[in-house]
């Protein structure tokens, strides 16, 4: 071990676990004792209250109150209610987001408000600017938007945004945590710059809401989206969310015009007539048994506001990322791991990524096979490095665990684990 981490052993990662003021909420959570658990970046854990919540939507409010619990149990005004519990958590104001749809159905409709938007105020502005290494949804997504609104979508890296953003550009749609490696813009500096060339900013906050200290209102964005089921601990296919600023949200219609975005949705009127604000971007019926098990997801950060809420958690995340860091690079450097994750804290999220040039996808099979669950994201098409993943959640995830598992990481290294053949066999889901 080199000189820059020998005060980090298993013993410090335990004393700085118990003065973790967040260190008794891992016990709100189910947590195998045989995992180390890194991927709540992609399925945030178990809530444990949240198996018995759906259990009493399932038997109560759906199997004996049946449908009088649209208005009994609150099912019909939830996307909002627990819209308001959200909007907290990423610097938005009451009656400003709702929770809705997917995130990919979410960025269709802010897209399209936001292209509708630009043209109108700026008809000769023809580019949606994003980032090449943008999480693929997004720029699927945008791609379609591009065609109904007759604009071109022009990608950059991000060391080339500066450059890119020109007067062309209609709306600038960036994820404000990249997927890949970690790395975070300036949500505010960002949009500044986005509107003095008189663009919209669109924001994937999928990789930020309940990891990182988010102040849309502050940052004066103008459309936002997210996803429920990473750190929001919303359970798998959560319900996401969508935001837009009270300056933009009634300038335009989004396109999914569905009953539940109507002025007044029993009225049964033939003709659509949108809600005022962010109410019009619900679109159809949502899933009752989801948006319990989210409830349950916010809760949990309803107890962390106890004990200093965001703040707590961005200074647990970067303490947790720090470590893990400097603990991969004294330690596994030397089997060709390197760290695309930035290390200056302002511009990064609470994943970390380590570049493998080789075997990357059977290393995390091997390490999964020792109880250590990160991700896997190959560079594909694009030739970006294949990456080994792994999201450090401050609700649940302890300094001990990272020690742990970088330990478990270079055994696996050591032995050569991945090259054996059930760790080379690709499965759907990496
Ligand atoms: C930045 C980003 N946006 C969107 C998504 C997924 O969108 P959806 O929930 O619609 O599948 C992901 C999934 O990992 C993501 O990382």
């Known amino acids: 071990m080199n000189k820059r981490t020998d005060h980090i052993t298993r013993e410090a990662c335990i004393a700085l676990d118990q003065h973790d003021p967040l260190g008794a909420i891992r016990d709100a959570f189910v947590l195998p004792a045989s995992t180390i658990y890194l991927d709540g970046n992609s399925l945030g854990a178990l809530p444990k209250a949240t198996a018995a919540a759906v259990a009493k939507v399932v038997t109560q409010e759906w199997g004996q109150d049946l449908i009088q619990s649209w208005n009994t149990a609150g099912w019909f005004m939830s996307p909002q209610h627990q819209g308001n519990r959200l909007a907290s958590i990423v610097g938005a104001g009451p009656g400003e987001l709702v929770i809705t749809d997917t995130t990919s159905v979410n960025l269709y409709k802010v897209l399209c408000a936001a292209a509708e938007l630009a043209r109108k105020q700026h008809p000769s502005k023809r580019v949606l600017l994003s980032e090449t290494s943008n999480f693929p949804t997004d720029l699927y997504m945008a791609q379609s938007v591009c065609k109904h609104y007759d604009l071109r979508l022009e990608l950059t890296d991000a060391k080339g945004l ?18 890949r490696t970690g790395a975070m813009y300036d949500m505010a500096g960002v949009t500044q710059a986005a509107h003095g060339v008189g663009a919209l900013t669109v924001w994937d906050l999928a990789h930020s809401a309940g990891a990182v200290p988010v102040d849309l209102n502050s940052a004066n964005a103008d459309y936002a989206v997210g996803c429920g089921y990473k750190y929001l601990n919303g359970g798998p296919g959560a319900p996401a969310f969508v935001w837009a600023n009270s300056r933009v949200v009634s300038a335009t219609k989004q396109p999914l015009s569905g ?172």
Not at 162 to 178: F, P, R
Not at 386 to 410: I, Q
Request: glycine letters at 10%; one cysteine or more.
């Open 259 to 430: 009953w539940w975005g109507h002025a007044s949705p029993f009225a049964f009127d033939a003709n659509y007539v949108p809600q005022v604000g962010i109410d019009q971007y619900l679109c159809g019926t949502q899933s009752m048994l989801a948006m319990a098990a989210m409830a349950c997801g916010l809760d949990v950060f309803e107890q962390a506001n106890a004990v200093g809420g965001m703040t707590a958690i961005r200074a647990k995340s970067l303490a947790l990322t720090d470590v893990f860091m400097d603990l991969c690079a004294a330690r596994c450097t030397e089997f060709g791991l390197v760290n695309v994750t930035p290390t200056a804290h302002q511009t990064r999220g609470s994943h970390v990524s380590l570049a493998a040039p080789n075997g990357g996808y059977a290393m995390m099979q091997a390490l999964i096979a020792r109880g250590v669950v990160g991700d896997f994201r190959g560079g594909g098409a694009t030739g970006e490095a294949d990456l080994l993943r792994f999201g450090l959640t401050p609700l649940y995830t302890r300094f001990v665990d990272v020690w742990d598992a970088v330990e478990h990481m270079v055994r696996m290294l050591q032995a050569n684990e991945w090259q054996r053949s059930e760790f080379n066999r690709t499965q759907a889901v990496t």
């Open 162 to 179: 500066a450059s890119a953003l020109n007067g062309d550009v209609a709306v600038l749609m960036l994820t404000h945590v990249n997927y």
